[in-house]
Nanobody, 128 residues
Framework: QVRLVESGGGSVQNGGSLRLSCATS????????MAWLRRTPGTQREGVVA????????YRFDHLKGRFAISFDNAENILYLDMTDLKPEDTATYFC?????????????????????WGQGTQVTVSD
C-alpha cells in the first residue's frame, strides 16, 4: 500500500528557503512517477515538478526552474522539494503525489489529474 507523508512546511520571509520532505512507503523509484503539486485557497491543485523516470526534473512552469529542485533519497525513501528565493505567490499547501508507471503513457509529469496517491499536504507561507 502506498503511503505519502509530507513535512517541512512553515512560514518564511520573501527570499527565504525551505526544504519539504515526503516520506514514502510502498513505492520503488522507477516504478512510480513522483511529484510535488500545490494549491492556493480557492484554486485547483497545480503541478510544481515531477521526478522523471530518468531522474531529470519535469517542471510544470518554467518560472519555477532555478528556484525549486526535486530529489529522492533511495536509502530513506524520501522525496524532497528544495525551494529557494521564495516569493509570496509561492504561498500554498504543497502535496506529494504519485502514480504507478504504466497508468499513463509517456513521461512522468506533474499533472494533477494523473496522480492517484496523495499526502495530506504541508502549508508554506511566504510573507513580504
Amino acid at each position: 500500500q502506498v503511503r505519502l507523508v509530507e513535512s517541512g512546511g512553515g512560514s518564511v520571509q520573501n527570499g527565504g528557503s525551505l526544504r519539504l520532505s515526503c516520506a514514502t512507503s510502498g513505492i520503488r523509484k522507477g516504478d512510480y512517477c513522483m511529484a510535488w503539486l500545490r494549491r492556493t485557497p480557492g484554486t485547483q491543485r497545480e503541478g510544481v515538478v515531477a521526478l522523471g523516470y530518468d531522474g531529470a526534473p519535469k517542471y510544470r512552469f518554467d518560472h519555477l526552474k532555478g528556484r525549486f529542485a526535486i530529489s529522492f533519497d533511495n536509502a530513506e525513501n524520501i522525496l524532497y522539494l528544495d525551494m529557494t528565493d521564495l516569493k509570496p505567490e509561492d504561498t500554498a499547501t504543497y502535496f506529494c503525489a504519485a502514480y504507478q508507471r504504466g497508468e499513463w503513457a509517456g513521461s512522468c509529469e506533474p499533472f494533477n489529474h494523473r496522480h492517484r496517491h496523495w499526502g495530506q499536504g504541508t502549508q508554506v507561507t511566504v510573507s513580504d
